[in-house]
């Protein structure tokens, strides 16, 4: 059974730092992209990093891109998210989820390309 889970969400005050974890099983990360994605209450899920570690791509949104870095632990089968210099607009539950990586390797960019899900782990970021 394919499940993934995520860990590492809290309260942070604006400024700080997290590292959101999404560990695998039933699977191996490597095999697949992996996303996090995130939702604010009232509004749409919206992606914030996907990787292929396989063949070394990554993609982050604009909003979040030289905060975020999203990386893969094989030997873990865990993909991490470091995120610095935290904003209140942040703020969300953040999933982590697993798709099949498209050609030229590139990671799927849209929710509906992710097969499996994690439960979610929640973010506050005060102001």
């Known amino acids: 059974e394919v499940q993934l889970v995520e860990s590492g969400g809290g309260l942070v005050q604006a400024g700080g730092s997290l590292r959101l974890s999404c560990a695998g099983s039933g699977f191996t990360v490597d095999d697949y992209s992996i996303g996090w994605f995130r939702q604010a209450p009232g509004k749409e899920r919206e992606g914030v990093a996907r990787?292929?570690?396989?063949?070394?791509?990554?993609s982050y949104r604009d909003s979040v891109r030289g905060r975020f870095t999203i990386s893969s632990d094989n030997a873990k089968n865990t993909v991490h998210l470091q995120m610095n210099d935290l904003k209140p607009e942040d703020t969300a539950v953040y999933y982590c989820?697993?798709?099949?990586?498209?050609?030229?390797?590139?990671?799927?960019?849209?929710?509906?390309?992710?097969?499996?899900w994690g439960q979610g782990t929640q973010v506050t970021v005060s102001s």
């Open positions: 989820a697993a798709g099949r990586t498209l050609e030229m390797g590139i990671p799927p960019r849209h929710p509906y390309e992710y097969d499996y």
């Open positions: 990787i292929a570690s396989r063949f070394g791509t990554t």
